[in-house]
């Protein structure tokens, strides 16, 4: 059963939120109200259709027992078209009314690195990272490279973009990890197969709101960039390398010729990884909350195993396996297996909420 005085609460709160915005207000508060009547709108329209349904049963249930036979009939049949639709009307509350990740509506930095494999490794990291890119331009997110080490017959030893997009990290977030490919290289003359790795890891990106970072707290480092990039980028100092004083992480960045674009993208994937390992600690100390994730987000952990012989893509957290590989990598089928870990990661966290209930 919902809780009928959290269903009142919200309904209070959005009303409130609406009346408040109604009046005079300094633009920043006004800006900070609309966030959260945002945020509440879609759990209003649902509670709304939620009561209705229950008023129409309420109706619908009183005529079907009338002494009017016709009408009675066919209250009935209505009736029953509505007690249909009340359950998953339940169901799609439960899931709003669950406490949302604060970071789910913010943009991503995706990190993809060649991992056990050689060339092979960094050309299945292209492979990921073409596949993210298209993955987001069909949900009309933007994509920015912000660095890129290319390998050696192609693909991507490391590469470094931001993903822009309503709910990127809430889709994207479940992509963390190692990802396992087993294939017979183009190299390799005897038609064996090998199995090579890449990690990707998935940032939310903060605002610069959500994160500080103290001038003093930063040591920057310039020197000469090596690799492409232009005739000035080998002929002065500007490439960045930024330590974060308090915790040793290290962001270098040299793909711009200029040292200040260099600089504004390095702070970028600093305050990322700042915020990822202050949501981690905070993490380690509800330690029962990894209960209700689809694995940890680590990124030793082996998620995905993309197997070419077979045309098959496994996930291995949730044991769901896809006989769609050139689908998935091509982005346009990998929507399939991010809606089933967003669904197995509601139901894990619908039954610790009940557990706790």
Do not use: C
Request: hydrophobic share 40%.
């Amino acid at each position: 059963m919902l809780p009928v005085e959290r269903l009142d609460a919200i309904l209070a709160r959005a009303e409130s939120l609406q009346n408040e915005m109604n009046g005079e207000l300094p633009p920043e508060r006004f800006v900070e109200l609309s966030k959260e009547y945002a945020e509440l709108d879609p759990i209003v329209t649902a509670i709304s259709a939620y009561r209705a349904a229950l008023h129409e049963r309420e109706d619908l249930t009183q005529l079907s027992q009338g002494d009017d036979s016709e009408m009675a009939e066919l209250a009935a049949l209505e009736l029953a078209e509505v007690e249909e639709k009340i359950p998953a009307m339940e169901s799609e509350l439960e899931v709003l009314l669950l406490p949302k990740d604060s970071a789910d509506d913010l943009n991503v930095i995706v990190e993809v690195r060649a991992g056990t494999g050689g060339d092979e490794a960094a050309l299945f990291a292209g492979s990921l990272f073409r596949m993210y890119v298209r993955y987001a331009d069909l949900q009309g997110w933007k994509s920015e490279i912000i660095s890129q080490s290319e390998g050696e017959v192609g693909g991507y030893k490391e590469i470094v973009a931001t993903i822009r997009g309503k709910g990127a990290f809430a889709r994207l977030k479940f992509e963390s990890g190692v990802h396992r490919v087993q294939r017979v290289p183009e190299t390799e003359s005897g038609g064996r197969i090998h199995t090579s790795a890449a990690t990707v890891a998935v940032l939310p990106e903060p605002e610069e709101v959500d994160i500080k970072i103290e001038e003093k707290d930063l040591r920057v480092d310039v020197f000469r960039a090596s690799g492409p990039g232009g005739q000035s980028v080998n002929t002065t100092d500007s490439a960045v390398r930024i330590t974060h004083l308090p915790t040793g992480i290290m962001v270098s960045q040299q793909d711009e010729k200029s040292q200040h674009k260099n600089r504004a993208k390095a702070m970028t994937v600093l305050r990322a990884r700042l915020f990822e390992a202050e949501r981690e600690r905070a993490d380690s100390e509800r330690a029962a909350d990894r209960k209700s994730q689809v694995g940890s987000g680590d990124r030793s952990e082996r998620i995905r195993t993309y197997n070419f012989p077979q045309g098959r893509v496994t996930d291995h957290r949730i044991n769901l396996t896809l006989h769609k590989l050139e689908k998935i990598l091509a982005g346009d089928g990998l929507d399939e297996m991010v809606e089933a870990l967003v669904r197995e990661d509601q139901t894990r966290r619908l039954a610790l909420a009940n557990d706790d209930a």
